[in-house]
């Protein structure tokens, strides 16, 4: 079992970055596949990126393409988002999540097991 944190939401303009942080708990992070995933308002959750447990694969939506990169630094149990370029439809709270394997299902939602609070991205035009 791992237990989540995310950290590193805020305010930001439109065109800035900002850089997330997910800090684990547990000494099987390193095991678990790792995705970022965000829920805009009145909307349902969706995939933004995920970073695998071995060769450090990664996989990206397609709006992030570009813009944002992800890591994972497995001796510090923690995994990052860097966001660029934001947009206003950026606006979401993000969360970090972990998933037991890193496959052709990792975007899915469902396929996630553990799960952080969230934290608010807030986009401004």
């Known amino acids: 079992q791992v237990q989540l944190v995310e950290s590193g939401g805020g305010l930001v303009q439109a065109g800035g970055s900002l850089r997330l942080s997910c800090a684990a708990s547990?000494?099987?992070?390193?095991?678990?596949?790792i995705g970022w995933l965000r829920q805009a308002p009145g909307k349902e959750r969706e995939f933004v990126a995920a970073i695998s447990n071995g060769l450090g694969r990664t996989t990206f939506a397609d709006f992030v393409k570009g813009r944002f990169t992800i890591s994972r630094d497995n001796a510090k149990n923690t995994a990052f988002l860097q966001m660029n370029s934001l947009k206003p439809e950026d606006t979401a709270v993000y969360y970090c999540a972990a998933a037991r394997a890193y496959g052709s299902r990792i975007s899915r939602v469902d396929e996630y097991d553990y799960w952080g609070q969230g934290t608010q991205v807030t986009v401004s035009s």
């Open positions: 547990g000494r099987t992070f390193s095991s678990y596949a």
